[in-house]
């Protein structure tokens, strides 16, 4: 019998690190939506969108305070880079 088996890490072991990565990207998609819809300022008063607010709004509220909006809203493209 091959002595490998035994070397093969089970994927139970990734499995955390799986559902960060996936986490984060799911995360970044909803983020980067929010930042799209920033610039339809009617998005705001659509109900449907609320709950994408309610959980992308505190996380980007974090860098609209650093004064980098110049041309583009670059705060929330930082913000999407430190995902």
């Given amino acids: 019998m091959c002595g490998c088996v035994h070397s093969i890490v089970p994927l139970t072991l990734y499995f955390p690190f799986l559902s960060a990565v996936v986490a984060s990207s799911i995360y970044n998609a909803l983020v980067t939506a929010r930042i ?48």
């Fill in 36 to 83: 799209l819809l920033s610039w339809f300022p009617q998005a705001q008063g659509i109900s449907a969108l609320q709950p994408l607010f309610l959980v992308t709004d505190p996380f980007l509220n974090l860098f609209r305070g650093l004064g980098l909006q110049v041309f583009l809203v670059f705060s929330q493209f930082l913000s999407c880079s430190l995902i």
